[in-house]
Structure formats: structure tokens, C-alpha cells
Nanobody, 124 residues
Framework: QVQLVESGGGSVQAGGSLRLSCAASGYTVRSRCMAWFRQTPGKEREGVATINISSNTRYADSVKGRFTISRDNAENTLYLQMNGLKPEDTATYYC??????????????????WGQGTQVTVSS
């Protein structure tokens, strides 16, 4: 049984930083595409960043240069380092993982497994 458990959310002021973690069980983080998404009430879910088995990464334009996705294979954990946070980054953040093996990872892939989400609030 796959479980993804996010942590690290919180409230920060604009310009601050947070690091989100996603601990995986029943799933090896280095074996497939994994990603971070976010969602605010009344809005569609937005892809934030993805990482493939070769640690190649892709980012949404809105977070490029500020967010970094990474993983620790030994800890079997996915991370999202968020710097230069803005009020518009306020959302519930979810980590996600695919079940299929893709040659190229993108935010449009079919992500099968999802965590419960962690809230990030950025005040101005």
C-alpha cells in the first residue's frame, strides 16, 4: 500500500522560506516521476514541480528560480524547498507519484498516488 505523507507547511511572511517534505512508504521515490501540486479553494489544481528518475526537474513558470524539488533516496523522501515566498503561493500543497514508468516526467502525467496535503500560508 502506497502512502505519501507531507509535512513542513506553515505560515510565513512574504520573502520567507519553507521546506516541504513528502515521506513515502510502499513506494520508492527514485523509481518513478514524482511531483508537487498545489490548490486553493475555488481554483484548479496547479502543478508546481516534477522530478524524474535521473533527477531532471521541471517547474511551473510561476515558481521557477524560487522553488527547488529534490529527493533523498536513502530517506525515501521528496522535498520542495520554497524561497522568496509570495502571498500568491498560499495553497494546500500535495505530493504525488505515478504508477507507470515514463521516459519523460511532466506535470501532465497521470499521477496515481497523492498525499493528504500540507497548508502553506504566506502573508504580505
Amino acid at each position: 500500500q502506497v502512502q505519501l505523507v507531507e509535512s513542513g507547511g506553515g505560515s510565513v511572511q512574504a520573502g520567507g522560506s519553507l521546506r516541504l517534505s513528502c515521506a513515502a512508504s510502499g513506494y520508492t521515490v527514485r523509481s518513478r516521476c514524482m511531483a508537487w501540486f498545489r490548490q486553493t479553494p475555488g481554483k484548479e489544481r496547479e502543478g508546481v514541480a516534477t522530478i524524474n528518475i535521473s533527477s531532471n526537474t521541471r517547474y511551473a513558470d510561476s515558481v521557477k528560480g524560487r522553488f527547488t524539488i529534490s529527493r533523498d533516496n536513502a530517506e525515501n523522501t521528496l522535498y520542495l524547498q520554497m524561497n522568496g515566498l509570495k502571498p500568491e503561493d498560499t495553497a494546500t500543497y500535495y505530493c504525488a507519484a505515478v504508477s507507470r514508468l515514463y521516459g519523460v516526467c511532466s506535470l501532465n502525467r497521470d499521477y496515481t498516488y497523492w498525499g493528504q496535503g500540507t497548508q502553506v500560508t504566506v502573508s504580505s
